[in-house]
């Protein structure tokens, strides 16, 4: 998912006759992020410094669609090092937070201004060995994943305990089960919830 509110100096940068893009690749794993760019050396970005990838970094193109359907995106990193190459083997990747940056530098090689063109949850990572050249694919899947993702909590006090333990909101959800709901004035047939007959409302006795 893109953010489309480009600044005006992005526009104005990207009508220069030399344009000096660059992509940046923010992966927020538990070990900590691993932060490549498309470049050589190190950027700074947003107060991370990325490690140059050069050629080594390859994406496929970003696309969007006008329904509710969610394309990801595949990166691929060759010719990483034996720590990236580790990390990737160990680490637990699944649904960690990925973001995608595109930027434009100036003719000393700092960053004028960039925005996020891809932001999603890391869905797989293939490890390819080859020994001339590693390398590791990387699948993010977009945030719009998460409307067909089914969700399997319920609606009960123990479900509520394990997210907010001094919560008594839904403590007497299970004694509702089988309670009787009655309304309407005293002696008429207005109508019940619960167990008995539907709209008979029983009778009362005064004392």
Known sequence: ????????????????????????VRLMLDAGDLLVWSGV????????????????????????????????????????NDAVISNALT??????????YFG????????????????GRISTMHISEDSSAPSVGITIASRLDDISRPRRRRL??????????????????????????EWGPLGSTAGSIGPGTPGQRPRHHRK
């Open 41 to 80: 050396g190190d950027l700074s970005l947003g107060g991370r410094t990325y490690t140059g990838a050069g050629n080594l970094l390859t994406m496929a193109s970003v696309t969007e669609s006008v329904d509710l359907s969610a394309p990801a995106v595949t990166l691929s990193l060759s010719g990483m």
């Open 156 to 181: 009960s006090n123990e479900e509520q305990q394990e997210l907010y333990p001094a919560d008594k909101g839904l403590s007497h959800v299970n004694a509702l089960q089988d309670q009787n709901i």
């Open 104 to 119: 434009v530098m100036d003719s000393g090689g700092d960053v004028v201004s960039n925005f996020t063109i891809f932001a």
């Open 1 to 24: 998912m893109a953010n489309r509110n480009l600044a005006a100096v992005f526009e104005s940068f990207i009508q220069n006759d030399v344009v000096r893009p660059f992509i940046a």
């Open 91 to 100: 680490v637990d990747y699944q649904n960690r937070e990925a973001a995608i």
